[in-house]
């Protein structure tokens, strides 16, 4: 576990409203998971967030399971709380729960 690292993901995550870790990015998700991820946040009308490819960095793939207790990708934060993977974020955005943090974290 890497001190440096877990502290770059704090800073990230508490530092901007909208961070989702994908594999690969929104235009090219590496993985089905990470694809329905980025179509989520899109139809709730997200188009400004910080998507980090955590197959870019190495660091971040090994670490991030650390930070939040949470194995798999992608993962979203909300306002620097973990929301959870793709599964959890297509739940909640078939309720109206995500739309509702969404504009939450944009106030």
């Given amino acids: 576990m890497d001190q440096n690292v877990l502290e770059t993901i704090r800073q990230t995550v508490t530092g901007n409203p909208v961070v989702l870790y ?3 990015t929104p235009q090219f998700p590496q993985c089905g998971f990470s694809g329905l991820a980025a179509q989520v946040l899109k139809a709730c009308g997200v ?16 670490n991030l399971k650390y930070y939040a207790n949470w194995p798999t990708f992608p993962q979203l ?7 959870g993977g793709s599964d959890i974020m297509k739940e909640m955005y078939e309720k109206g729960e995500l739309q509702k943090l969404i504009e939450s974290a944009k106030a």
């Fill in 77 to 83: 934060y909300i306002k620097g709380e973990l929301i």
């Fill in 47 to 62: 188009t400004d967030y910080v998507a980090i490819n955590v197959l870019a960095d190495a660091g971040v793939y090994e």
């Fill in 22 to 24: 994908m594999k690969g």
